[in-house]
Nanobody, 127 residues
Framework: QVQVVESGGGLVQAGGSLRLSCTTSGLTFLKYRMAWFRQAPGKEREAVSCINWSGRSTYYADSVKGRFSISRDNANNTLYLQMNSLKPEDTAMYYC????????????????????WGQGTQVTVAS
């Protein structure tokens, strides 16, 4: 049974930090790129950050560059997103997802490229 479970969200004041985690089971984690997406009410789901299987290729949305950092633990099938200097506009449901195809780099990160999704974890940043 495939499971993708995000955790670590919550309510934080602007300027604060959160660390999201995504644990997976029942699917191959190694050799696949992983990504974080977010969706705010009334808006489309957007890519926040991506990391390829080795960690050598990453992508960050312009809005989070310099504030967020993605990492992965291949031994424990876990993905992370360290979020610093949070802003109210970062408020959204954050989702973790695994790519459909193996060994892809993070040059382009589209929702349609990803097959396995978690239920999301809510991040709310108060001003």
């Amino acid at each position: 049974q495939v499971q993708v479970v995000e955790s670590g969200g919550g309510l934080v004041q602007a300027g604060g930090s959160l660390r999201l985690s995504c644990t997976t089971s029942g699917l191959t984690f190694l050799k696949y790129r992983m990504a974080w997406f977010r969706q705010a009410p009334g808006k489309e789901r957007e890519a926040v950050s991506c990391i390829n299987w080795s960690g050598r290729s990453t992508y960050y949305a312009d809005s989070v560059k310099g504030r967020f950092s993605i990492s992965r633990d291949n031994a424990n099938n876990t993905l992370y997103l360290q979020m610093n200097s949070l802003k109210p506009e970062d408020t959204a449901m954050y989702y973790c997802a695994r790519d459909k195809m193996s060994e892809a780099d993070c040059g382009r990160t589209l929702v349609s490229d990803f097959a396995y999704w978690g239920q999301g974890t809510q991040v709310t940043v108060a001003s």
